[in-house]
């Protein structure tokens, strides 16, 4: 069973930045694609950026050009590096890992099998 453990998040003030972090365990991290999430209170989870194994990277249009997501397979961790904060990105995100195949952008939650716990990113200015 694989695991995935978030790190970061917290409080920033509008134009700050934030990094996220998780880390899955096992060997096969560097097969997995893996994706950021989020949720806003009362809404479904919105997908928010995805990584493939080959590093190629999606985002969503809210994000883009703000935030970046990254891997480091040596060290079974994922990243998302959040710039430009606005009080919208307040929410929860979440980290996913994919054992799915390519030929796929990660943009549905169906494409992945395994979550994060979650956590609060809360920006206020």
């Known amino acids: 069973q694989v695991e995935v453990i978030q790190y970061g998040g917290g409080q920033a003030q509008v134009g700050g930045s934030l990094r996220l972090s998780c880390t899955a365990s096992?060997?096969?991290?560097?097969?997995?694609?893996l994706g950021w999430w989020r949720q806003f209170p009362g809404k479904e989870r919105e997908y928010v950026a995805s990584i493939s194994r080959f590093l190629t990277t999606y985002y969503a249009d809210s994000v883009k050009g703000r935030f970046i997501i990254s891997r480091d397979n040596g060290a079974n961790t994922g990243y998302l590096e959040m710039n430009s904060l606005k009080p919208e990105d307040s929410a929860i995100y979440y980290c996913?890992?994919?054992?799915?195949?390519?030929?796929?952008?990660?943009?549905?939650?169906?494409?992945?099998?395994?979550w994060g716990q979650g956590t609060q990113v809360t920006v206020s200015s």
């Open positions: 096992g060997p096969a991290f560097s097969k997995f694609a």
């Open positions: 996913a890992a994919s054992a799915r195949g390519s030929g796929r952008q990660w943009k549905s939650q169906d494409d992945y099998d395994y």
